[in-house]
């Protein structure tokens, strides 16, 4: 195998067997790939424009005191955690096509009203109406991924989907300091009430392509670009296992499974390691050393950087080795590395920023878990929709008060017991995956010990594949020899 092919296999994986296959990627990756990550750029500029503005007005503007930036964020999070079970679900019942752009263009209304507030108790109402929309697109989108891609294609395209919230903070940055400079006072606005307008614009256009375009999932779609026989070829590539349906067992097949427990503690606590980027720690850190506001929204986009970095060769890896579990330890070494060096905190500048940037390796586990779970859980398309928005809840019921407890405002810039707690909160992620390891291992063993090797429910997605397009490319063949036939003669 050469070098190129090898770094081919590990950027984008193999590529598929037939130019059929080959043609319904490509039209995947254009259509669910491109709507899902817009979709969640959409939503997490939504956010990271509500820190940046809050840093660059907003907090004089509306006359914000004490802990209220906290009280906006913890609403947000009950909002999104109210919403996120129920959206998972309503995808099993409505039309993602439908259900997901409705969202979104709920979410960029929304923003739109939040440059009309006038006090907090306003932004409080209508970040609470944002959460309970916004909550169908991150665990919504990765069970529609998880759903179109094969276990070797998931992580990459997990990765992907996870960098565009990180994108969302880095755009943020650099359009509030564009704004900042060029439209703060434009038609009697402020710059941070020009940041949700903007939001407004974005989201529709986002919302409308996935009206027209979106496809569905590979058993249920009707897109108008996928051809009957690419249809059947979405359904068929995958690992086929029995239909599942939402039913009262419902309860008992995700409960009754260790999948939710541990996938959400996994989730619930090791999220937490994302504490520096979630509570723009960095930038309180800049606005006390008093610099300018392009430098408060520049400056912090370097760990924004590292978090897309570290995400993506995260993803890349796993989907190469085969292996996810190890990414969970290594972003613990990295954070406790930072963290360490900012309890110390008396160090110079550029050591100071370098720990406070190296905090977005905390992001790295993120897409590679949520891969995992698609893949653990993939034979129950229900229990995988409600173990994905599992994690999604515990993740944001710690958040909630997490923030209040390790990362309140007050605490700014030091935030002393926020790194002390990334250690207890390192040891406990590596110990959930290893207990998740032993546990689908255990699973493995005994499916093979009822079914015995190569004979597990339904055919491998290499078999059935190539049953479905035999005959198209017996038909390429021929039309191939019949070519050089006619140039022959």
Not at 438 to 444: A, H, I, N, Q, V
Request: hydrophobic letters at 45%; charged letters at 15%.
């Amino acid at each position: 195998m050469s070098f190129l092919h090898k770094t081919r296999v590990f950027l984008w994986g193999q590529k598929p067997a037939t130019k059929l296959e080959q043609r319904l990627l490509l039209k995947i990756d254009c259509v669910v790939m491109t709507f899902c990550t817009l979709l969640f750029l959409s939503n997490y500029l939504n956010r990271a424009n509500f820190s940046n503005a809050y840093l660059t007005g907003m907090k004089e503007d509306l006359n914000f005191k004490g802990k209220q930036f906290n009280q906006v964020n913890s609403i947000f999070t009950a909002g999104y955690i109210i919403g996120l079970w129920p959206n998972n679900l309503i995808l099993q019942v409505v039309p993602p096509r439908w259900w997901l752009p409705f969202c979104g263009a709920m979410w960029g209304i929304l923003s739109a009203c939040l440059a009309a507030t006038k006090t907090p108790e306003q932004v409080m109402a209508i970040r609470f109406l944002q959460a309970l929309f916004e909550s169908s697109t991150f665990t919504g989108c990765h069970w529609i991924l998880g759903s179109w891609y094969k276990e070797e294609e998931l992580g990459k395209r997990s990765g992907i989907f996870s960098t565009f919230a990180q994108m969302g903070s880095l755009w943020s940055g650099v359009m509030q300091g564009r704004i900042s400079q060029t439209m703060n006072g434009r038609l009697g606005l402020k710059s941070y009430q020009w940041l949700f307008i903007i939001d407004f614009a974005l989201a529709m256009p986002i919302a409308i392509f996935g009206f027209l375009s979106f496809p569905d999932t590979p058993r249920k779609t009707k897109a108008w670009f996928l051809s009957e026989e690419e249809r059947q070829l979405a359904v068929a590539r995958l690992l086929q296992h029995k239909p599942t349906k939402m039913s009262w067992d419902l309860l008992k097949r995700v409960f009754g499974r260790w999948h939710i427990y541990l996938f959400s503690l996994l989730f619930g606590f090791g999220s937490m390691l994302e504490s520096a980027g979630i509570n723009s720690v960095m930038g309180f850190w800049f606005k006390s050393l008093n610099f300018s506001k392009d430098k408060i929204n520049y400056y912090p986009l370097s760990l924004i950087s590292i978090a897309i970095f570290t995400t993506m060769l995260a993803a890349y890896i796993t989907d190469y080795v085969g292996s996810r579990w190890w990414v969970n330890p290594l972003m613990g070494v990295i954070v406790c590395v930072s963290s360490i060096m900012l309890l110390v905190w008396d160090i110079p500048y550029s050591a100071k920023f370098f720990a406070f940037a190296i905090q977005g390796a905390g992001y790295m586990g993120q897409a590679t878990n949520f891969a995992w779970a698609n893949i653990v859980c993939a034979e129950d398309e229900q229990e995988r929709a409600m173990v994905l928005a599992g994690m999604n809840v515990l993740s944001n019921i710690v958040n909630s008060w997490w923030n209040f407890v390790f990362w309140p405002a007050t605490s700014a810039p030091r935030y002393t017991n926020g790194w002390i707690s990334m250690f207890p909160l390192s040891v406990f992620a590596t110990a959930v995956a290893l207990a998740i390891v032993y546990l689908e291992r255990k699973d493995r063993r005994k499916k093979l010990s009822w079914t015995g090797p190569g004979d597990e429910e339904g055919r491998s997605d290499g078999e059935v594949v190539n049953e479905l397009t035999e005959k198209r490319v017996t038909e390429e063949d021929d039309a191939s020899s019949n070519e050089e036939k006619g140039t022959k003669a």
